[in-house]
């Protein structure tokens, strides 16, 4: 019964999941959540987990369910309304957005290693090594699960324990437990992991199908599940143990810009030997996020837009292009506009997340309604606030 959702490529495909996630945001913002929550962290633990971890796995399970395949699962939403929507998520979460912030976030860390490298010589090196990457598309899954993850993870173990054991405590906080949970809940939008649900569940799914030609679509589908509830379950205790520790450290991170928390915190417990460890961390991090963002951008470039007048290859090239390009707006200029985009659109793909499920699960049709009436709700909310 056990090998029906675990086996070895389960859990490959479960710390590629993980790892796809965990990139530049989830390094930053859990962080910054223990910061504002001080002593009522529990509490913004909560509404983390809430957006950041539950809301997520709404998606990959209603991916998951549509056996890979994300065109059907917003085909509800009509065919063109469909395909701009896939486009712009993937063009936030791609090179206009989240793999740019990755090259920024993985050049704050290099930094403290080599303060001299300059920025441009960074961002060039890092796109020609996601490049490499992504170059063949069936290794991608393997080579993140099999090589980076193990390596990000140990690192990642290895701070969260340190920073347990070193000697600090929470500062009281003058937020009440509602205001904690809030700051949690909305700070979860930000790692947009429910957008990234969407398209990563669907590469663990091909990669599960391309291994195991032999099994049927019920197995298929059941490890699938397994591969979510681990990558799933490896992102939620990170995330307890990276807002714990911004908490417990609050005192020490006193205006430290926000991608340098960690190193502050391990500094704090290892002294200069932090510097090499947390490099390694946030690189690795932004690497293997990067690389299947750029890689699922490029594919819907390549298949979708130019309908394949360009190939996967050439379309790689561009998508490294464009992020080369953004990321050097800075991570302050990307992160205000993609949480402005976040606090709209989020609730909407959360209320089709739910009703694609139920029309699965109970043939209830009600998918186009539910998005399009919350994202026109939002926007009003949106628009009130701005003029009010």
């Given at each position: 019964m056990f090998e029906k959702f675990f086996n070895k490529k389960v859990f490959i495909a479960g710390f590629a999941m993980f790892a796809m996630f965990f990139g530049s945001g989830n390094l930053v913002f859990p962080l910054y959540i223990g910061t504002q929550a001080l002593d009522a962290y529990g509490y913004a633990m909560l509404g983390l987990l809430i957006t950041a971890v539950l809301v997520p796995f709404l998606g990959l399970f209603g991916i998951i369910l549509y056996d890979g395949d994300r065109d059907t699962y917003f085909s509800c939403l009509g065919k063109w309304p469909a395909l701009v929507l896939i486009f712009v998520m993937l063009s936030l979460m791609g090179p206009f957005g989240v793999a740019a912030r990755c090259i920024i976030v993985a050049y704050g860390a290099a930094h403290w290693l080599y303060p001299s490298l300059p920025f441009i010589y960074f961002s060039i090196g890092f796109s020609v090594l996601t490049g490499l990457i992504v170059w063949k598309r069936r290794h991608i899954v393997n080579v993140i699960g099999s090589f980076l993850t193990p390596i990000l993870l140990t690192g990642i173990v290895l701070l969260i324990a340190l920073g347990i054991w070193g000697d600090s405590s929470a500062p009281i906080s003058e937020a009440s437990h509602l205001e904690a949970f809030k700051i949690g809940l909305f700070q979860g939008y930000q790692t947009m992991d429910l957008l990234a649900a969407f398209f990563f569940s669907a590469t663990a799914v091909h990669?599960?199908?391309?291994?195991?030609?032999?099994?049927?679509?019920?197995?298929?589908?059941?490890?699938?599940?397994?591969?979510?509830?681990?990558?799933?379950?490896?992102?939620?205790?990170?995330?307890?143990?990276?807002?714990?520790?911004?908490?417990?450290?609050?005192?020490?991170?006193?205006?430290?810009?926000?991608?340098?928390?960690?190193?502050?915190?391990?500094?704090?417990?290892?002294?200069?030997?932090?510097?090499?460890?947390?490099?390694?961390?946030?690189?690795?991090?932004?690497?293997?996020?990067?690389?299947?963002?750029?890689?699922?951008?490029?594919?819907?470039?390549?298949?979708?837009?130019?309908?394949?007048?360009?190939?996967?290859?050439?379309?790689?090239?561009?998508?490294?292009?464009?992020?080369?390009?953004?990321?050097?707006?800075?991570?302050?200029?990307?992160?205000?506009?993609?949480?402005?985009?976040?606090?709209?659109?989020?609730?909407?793909?959360?209320?089709?997340?739910?009703?694609?499920?139920?029309?699965?699960?109970?043939?209830?049709?009600?998918?186009?309604?539910?998005?399009t009436s919350v994202l026109a709700t939002a926007i009003a909310w949106e628009l009130y606030k701005k003029f009010s």
């Open positions: 990669y599960l199908q391309a291994q195991m030609k032999e099994s049927n679509a019920l197995s298929i589908e059941r490890m699938s599940f397994g591969a979510s509830f681990i990558g799933a379950g490896l992102l939620g205790l990170v995330y307890v143990g990276f807002v714990y520790l911004g908490a417990e450290y609050a005192v020490y991170l006193q205006d430290t810009p926000p991608d340098q928390l960690l190193l502050v915190i391990a500094s704090h417990n290892i002294g200069e030997l932090s510097v090499p460890l947390v490099s390694v961390v946030f690189v690795m991090a932004c690497l293997t996020t990067c690389a299947i963002l750029v890689s699922l951008f490029a594919e819907f470039l390549s298949e979708h837009i130019t309908q394949n007048k360009i190939s996967r290859h050439p379309a790689a090239i561009i998508t490294l292009l464009i992020t080369f390009s953004m990321s050097m707006l800075g991570f302050s200029g990307i992160t205000v506009w993609l949480g402005a985009m976040m606090e709209i659109a989020y609730p909407a793909l959360i209320a089709l997340a739910i009703a694609n499920i139920a029309k699965k699960l109970w043939n209830l049709n009600f998918s186009r309604t539910a998005f």
